[in-house]
């Protein structure tokens, strides 16, 4: 398993897209609603935000890479964001589907932590359902219809970002 000093967890369904994903045989994933709104419409502002902070990883805690594997998950995302993929929080050769899908994703992501122990870490996501509460500081929770389109999250996840870069930092010997 990959492992990273910064980690962020990513969700997609309304972080990089409004929630309402849907998948048709024919059609295939689309976003349902709100009408006018397309897959990842808004990854090229997480690539802005993470642009100053290179070593910053990602692992992909979005229900993607359950029901369609990680590497399906991994190349929707683009090539600058793909390079910073770790991983994701579940492992299909390692959990049990069904016990995964019945933890709540704040338990999922936090079990991931203890595997991966990275220094700082940060969650983008719109599912705040049962966070365990010591670990709610670092999720920055988005409006399922708006993600990270919100000026107000972008401006949490800058805020995060720097506290990141101050934690390495203010760690080196002087």
Same mark, same amino acid.
């Given at each position: 398993?990959?492992?990273?000093? @910064?980690?962020?967890?990513?969700?997609?369904?309304?972080?990089?897209?409004?929630?309402?994903?849907?998948?048709?045989?024919?059609?295939?994933?689309?976003?349902? /609603?709100?009408?006018?709104?397309?897959?990842?419409?808004?990854?090229?502002?997480?690539?802005?935000?993470?642009?100053?902070?290179?070593?910053?990883?990602?692992?992909?805690?979005?229900?993607?890479?359950?029901?369609?594997?990680?590497?399906?998950?991994?190349?929707?995302?683009?090539?600058?964001?793909?390079?910073?993929?770790?991983?994701?929080?579940?492992?299909?050769?390692?959990?049990?589907?069904?016990?995964?899908?019945?933890?709540?994703?704040?338990?999922?992501?936090? %079990?991931?932590?203890?595997?991966?122990?990275? @220094?700082?870490?940060?969650?983008?996501?719109? =599912?705040?359902? =049962?966070?365990?509460?010591?670990?709610?500081?670092?999720?920055?929770?988005?409006?399922?219809?708006?993600?990270?389109?919100?000026? /107000?999250? %972008?401006?949490?996840?800058?805020?995060?970002?720097?506290?990141?870069?101050?934690?390495?930092? /203010? /760690?080196?010997?002087?």
């Amino acid at each position: 398993m990959k492992t990273a000093d @910064k980690v962020l967890y990513l969700d997609f369904d309304g972080v990089l897209h409004p929630e309402d994903v849907w998948w048709h045989p024919k059609r295939g994933i689309y976003v349902r /609603s709100p009408p006018g709104h397309q897959l990842f419409e808004w990854m090229h502002i997480l690539e802005e935000l993470l642009s100053p902070y290179p070593h910053v990883a990602i692992v992909l805690s979005t229900s993607w890479v359950r029901e369609r594997r990680f590497s399906f998950a991994k190349e929707r995302l683009s090539p600058a964001l793909q390079e910073r993929v770790i991983g994701a929080t579940f492992h299909h050769e390692f959990m049990r589907r069904e016990n995964f899908c019945l933890l709540p994703r704040g338990v999922q992501i936090a %079990q991931d932590v203890a595997r991966r122990s990275p @220094k700082v870490w940060l969650a983008i996501d719109d =599912d705040a359902r =049962d966070w365990p509460e010591h670990y709610r500081s670092n999720l920055i929770q988005t409006d399922g219809q708006t993600g990270l389109s919100t000026p /107000s999250i %972008q401006e949490k996840v800058r805020a995060k970002l720097q506290k990141f870069n101050e934690k390495n930092h /203010s /760690s080196c010997p002087q």
